[in-house]
């Protein structure tokens, strides 16, 4: 899950995979440059890219928001920021992932079956894979993966968390059976953004993983460079000579940076540049999906305890304006549930709309008739969240509702240790998510990880459970709808918009693919990026 910080949250997936802003740039990338010269120009347009055949080798440079000391090559971190899943998914491969269309591919696993409960899953697994540094990958690494995973702290727990980790084994040198506690049809999702470890490796400052590219350097807050892996199972994979993510905090930094040559792709495009700013010998790629944003209340403080205030406060916002100016119109308008996209997700409930006549009746029967006074906070942590919070605080006043905004320091929002689960009143991005089941365990049932609305229900963990551990399709769609009318009638969250993943390249740049998932085309995105001829 490129999740909430994100991971911590939600950046999602599986994780939850968020984008994270880190410690300043020191100076690098034109952090002195004057404002952009092409301002005024025509702004360039979505573009299919090269034509012509990929050439082999050459330096890719990605500019990419930064998460200061956070950043790291260790999978277990890249729950946390943009920049760690795509270093991590540079240096190490899952068993398999997601691919633009939605559909499972083969990665290190070659294959994937289920027995007739969907309670037992077996994986083939690839042969003739190596490690960076020469070993063989075999089954045992998986195994040792699985179990590394679900150790405390780690951000890639809720991939493993149907797993029975006792009975997990090997019975051949490339075949893992992997039990789990419950029946689940959709079990090989949860893997499709985890990557797999070498067995004993819990030292992740010099990476050694199987994926296309291996580590040379990282200076947290400035770079890390990555170099090609000349025996990478995919034939002719990768195309680049080296890969090097620039960690730069300042938006218009990495658009300039972008523009003037010194990198090759900006990830992450805030939406008045997407629409503006973009400008030259680039291109847009923008790839709706299942990133959304939302404001949250937390709903065992006062007053969002009052299931009238949550239940207003959704009727308050006007999710159309809000996409249309907060996002620039790069999205689309949400109904207050995660998983639009998603297998099971409920696309049949009624699309909310603002009623500021039920929504101040609501107030009143809660006690608030004379007015209801918040403190929303907010961050520039995720593009346009501050003009989200800003904009709502002009809709609440229609309500008699009067919002104060307070903006957090970036590199805290989405960070556990210091403000993150601990706003009563805030906002949200989830990216890469690709279940229900990861959403809501992640982010609803007791003892959520990622528990920002402070749900705690046996009620609600029973109706996951079951449809979690549905036996069929049929069932599995009936039990997802009850819990997704649950949250919709009475949770935390109020969704308003599913938001377009903007990534900017240079035109002498192909391969990368928009994803619905995460930005870059993550987490493979980056394996077929090419310079063209």
Not at 87 to 94: G, I
Not at 424 to 447: E, I, R
Not at 455 to 484: F, I, N, Y
């Amino acid at each position: 899950m490129t999740g909430p910080g994100t991971t911590a949250l939600p950046f999602g997936s599986t994780s939850r995979r968020t984008v994270l802003r880190g410690a300043a740039t020191a100076g690098m990338l034109l952090a002195g440059c004057a404002p952009l010269a092409a301002c005024g120009r025509q702004p360039v347009s979505v573009s299919a890219g090269p034509t012509g055949p990929p050439r082999r080798g050459g330096r890719l440079r990605v500019g990419m928001v930064g998460a200061g000391k956070g950043e790291s090559f260790d999978p277990s971190l890249a729950p946390n920021a943009l920049i760690n899943t795509a270093m991590s998914c540079a240096v190490f491969d899952p068993l398999l992932t997601m691919g633009p269309d939605g559909r499972l591919r083969p990665m290190l696993a070659t294959s994937w079956t289920s027995d007739s409960t969907a309670s037992v899953w077996t994986f083939r697994l690839r042969e003739g894979v190596t490690w960076h540094d020469g070993g063989d990958f075999t089954a045992a690494d998986v195994v040792y993966s699985l179990k590394w995973m679900a150790k405390p702290g780690n951000g890639l727990a809720l991939s493993v968390a149907d797993v029975d980790l006792d009975k997990v084994s090997a019975p051949a040198p490339h075949t893992v059976v992997i039990p789990l506690k419950s029946p689940n049809l959709l079990f090989p999702y949860s893997l499709a953004t985890a990557s797999i470890v070498r067995r004993g490796a819990e030292d992740f400052t010099r990476p050694v993983g199987t994926g296309p590219f291996s580590f040379v350097s990282l200076d947290p807050g400035q770079q890390a460079v990555c170099r090609r892996n000349p025996a990478y199972w995919d034939p002719g994979k990768p195309y680049l000579d080296e890969l090097v993510f620039l960690s730069v905090k300042d938006d218009f930094a990495r658009l300039n940076a972008l523009l003037s040559g010194q990198t090759d792709v900006m990830a992450q495009v805030p939406f008045t540049q997407a629409k503006s700013q973009l400008v030259g010998d680039v291109r847009l790629i923008r790839s709706p999906g299942v990133t959304a944003q939302a404001f949250y209340t937390a709903v065992d403080k006062p007053p969002f305890d009052d299931v009238r205030v949550r239940r207003a406060l959704r009727l308050i916002v006007d999710r159309r304006q809000l996409v249309d100016v907060a996002l620039f119109g790069f999205g689309t308008v949400g109904n207050d549930l995660y998983g639009k996209g998603l297998e099971y997700y409920d696309d049949s409930l009624p699309q909310r709309t603002r009623d500021l006549t039920r929504a101040k009746a609501l107030l009143a029967e809660a006690g608030h008739g004379r007015g209801l006074t918040l403190k929303l906070q907010t961050s520039t942590v995720v593009p346009g969240m501050v003009e989200a919070a800003t904009l709502f605080q002009q809709q609440a006043k229609d309500a008699g509702v009067d919002v104060s905004i307070s903006q957090v320091d970036p590199t805290s929002y989405f960070d556990p240790t210091r403000d993150y689960l601990k706003m009563p009143f805030a906002q949200t991005l989830w990216q890469g998510m690709t279940t229900l089941g990861d959403v809501y365990n992640a982010s609803v049932v007791s003892k959520a990880p990622y528990g920002e609305t402070h749900w705690s229900d046996r009620r609600t963990d029973e109706l996951v459970a079951t449809a979690v551990a549905a036996p069929d399709a049929s069932a599995a769609r009936s039990a997802w709808a009850a819990v997704q009318r649950q949250q919709y009638d009475s949770g935390g969250y109020i969704w308003w918009g599913n938001v377009d993943n903007l990534d900017a390249v240079s035109n002498r740049v192909g391969g990368l693919v928009p994803n619905r998932y995460q930005n870059l085309g993550l987490p493979t995105g980056l394996n077929e990026a090419y310079f063209a001829s």
